[in-house]
């Protein structure tokens, strides 16, 4: 099945600094890579995805890059704001069977005002 | 649009006795559905998915049990619960193939006591 790797577990950035988290991944058929945040005591939200036919999105101050040579993927933040504080969860999905979204373990972002 | 409803928010329940935690979800047939636990290291554990009804599949063997007693409702149950059954448990469905995101409830937090 999917592993997906996360990393760091822990982020500590000041505001306005740029953070990034990076993802691997180990199933090449996986061709969708979406990005949750999971703000305390409630569930996680979408806030950017990407399909293995793209290798780059970008959203405001949200960007995500795909390099499926290498299997890894990645989230960038800009200009990082306090209330961006939060855990972010990468994912894989795949293309065949139930579909199944695998998670890696997060990253807590903390954003120092 | 669709919603996912999930409860309770919070649960305090004392070591042997039963469970059950329900989520629904609104405005759309046919959905993947998940339940996940997320304990104190943030990673999300898949426990059930079902691809349809009476369709469950376990992850991980475990103190619990999941049903789908319709489309669009899905039950996390055990009979007697342990403390190691305290976590933040999450509800989550999907369509029921390609790449879509999840999308998941608000969680409820259990505690075993």
């Known amino acids: 099945g999917e592993n997906v790797e996360q990393h760091p577990s822990t982020l500590s950035v000041q505001e306005g600094d740029s953070a990034v988290i990076k993802c691997t991944y180990s199933d090449s058929a996986s061709n969708y890579f979406p990005w949750y945040k999971q703000e305390l005591g409630k569930g996680p939200q979408l806030i950017i995805d990407i399909r293995s036919n793209v290798g780059e999105k970008k959203d405001q101050r949200i960007a995500v890059t795909l390099n499926k040579t290498a299997k890894h993927f990645s989230l960038h933040i800009t200009e990082t704001q306090p209330e961006d504080s939060a855990v972010y969860f990468c994912a894989a999905r795949g293309a065949g069977g139930s579909y199944i979204p695998t998670f890696g373990r997060g990253t807590s972002l903390i954003v120092h005002p | 649009s669709q919603t996912i409803h999930q409860w309770p928010a919070t649960l305090v329940q004392p070591v042997g006795s039963p469970l059950s935690l329900e989520c629904t979800v609104e405005g759309t047939s046919n959905p993947n559905l998940y339940w996940y636990r997320q304990a104190a290291g943030r990673g999300l554990q898949l426990l059930f998915y079902?691809?349809?009804?009476?369709?469950i599949s376990s992850e991980v063997p475990q103190n619990l049990s999941a049903s789908r007693p319709q489309d669009r409702q899905f039950i996390l149950s055990s009979k007697k619960l342990l403390l190691s059954d305290s976590g933040f448990y999450l509800c989550?469905?999907?369509?029921?193939?390609?790449?879509?995101?999840?999308?998941f409830g608000q969680g409820t937090r259990l505690t075993v006591v």
């Open positions: 989550a469905w999907s369509y029921g193939g390609g790449d879509t995101e999840a999308f």
């Open positions: 079902s691809v349809g009804i009476g369709q």
